[in-house]
């Protein structure tokens, strides 16, 4: 069993920078793919990005190519998302999901763990 926890949302305006991030534990995080998703009200949950454990290959939803940066520290069990440029249209709750197989999953129902999302809201 994984356990994840989200931190570091908040509100800011656009133009802004938030930094999330998502802690880990309950088991080893070796060899899980991490990933960020969001959702705003009234829509499904979309991919933002993943990050595959061995090589750290990186993979981003074209929404945020450019803006975002996804991270990990494998030896701290953490997963970062720097998120710059912020728009109005980024406002959704943020989750971060952990898959114990395969990389550059970009589907919520290839990820097993959920953390409980934060909360991240962009002012115009």
């Known amino acids: 069993q994984v356990q994840l926890v989200e931190s570091g949302g908040g509100l800011v305006q656009a133009g802004g920078s938030l930094r999330l991030s998502c802690a880990a534990s309950?088991?080893?995080?070796?060899?899980?793919?991490m990933g960020w998703f969001r959702q705003a009200p009234g829509k499904e949950r979309e991919f933002v990005a993943t990050i595959s454990w061995s090589y750290g290959n990186t993979y981003y939803a074209d929404s945020v190519k450019g803006r975002c940066t996804i991270s990990r520290d494998n030896a701290k069990n953490l997963m970062y998302l720097q998120m710059n440029s912020l728009k109005p249209e980024d406002t959704a709750v943020y989750y971060c999901?952990?898959?114990?197989?395969?990389?550059?999953?970009?589907?919520?129902?290839?990820?097993?763990?959920w953390g409980q999302g934060t909360q991240v809201t962009v002012s115009s």
């Open positions: 309950g088991r080893a995080f070796t060899g899980y793919t």
């Open positions: 999901a952990a898959a114990n197989t395969g990389w550059g999953l970009r589907n919520p129902g290839e990820y097993r763990y």
